[in-house]
């Protein structure tokens, strides 16, 4: 089951709820269903053996490349 981040139109809670197919989740300040599901930002973190030390490399905060200088 994924957890999704959710926003209440009636009381503006936001809040995150485990989900199966077919549910609706109810707010947990109001219990409403007029909720609707948010887009989530995610964080990726990436290593790679082939940076000449094979040690970990930080990653853009945007995207999976090794600096910002790939993405923009």
């Not at 995610?42 to 053996?49: D, I, K, N, R």
């Not at 930080?58 to 999976?64: D, E, G, L, P, R």
Request: one cysteine or more; aromatic letters at 8%.
């Amino acid at each position: 089951m994924p957890i999704y981040e959710f926003f209440c139109d009636y009381c503006e809670v936001q809040f995150e709820e485990l989900v199966r197919n077919g549910d609706r989740p109810r707010c947990p300040e109001c219990a409403t269903t007029d909720v609707r599901r948010l887009l989530s930002s995610f964080a990726v973190h990436s290593t790679s053996a082939n940076l000449g030390g094979g040690g970990a490399s930080k990653s853009c905060s945007s995207c999976a490349g090794s600096s910002c200088a790939t993405c923009h």
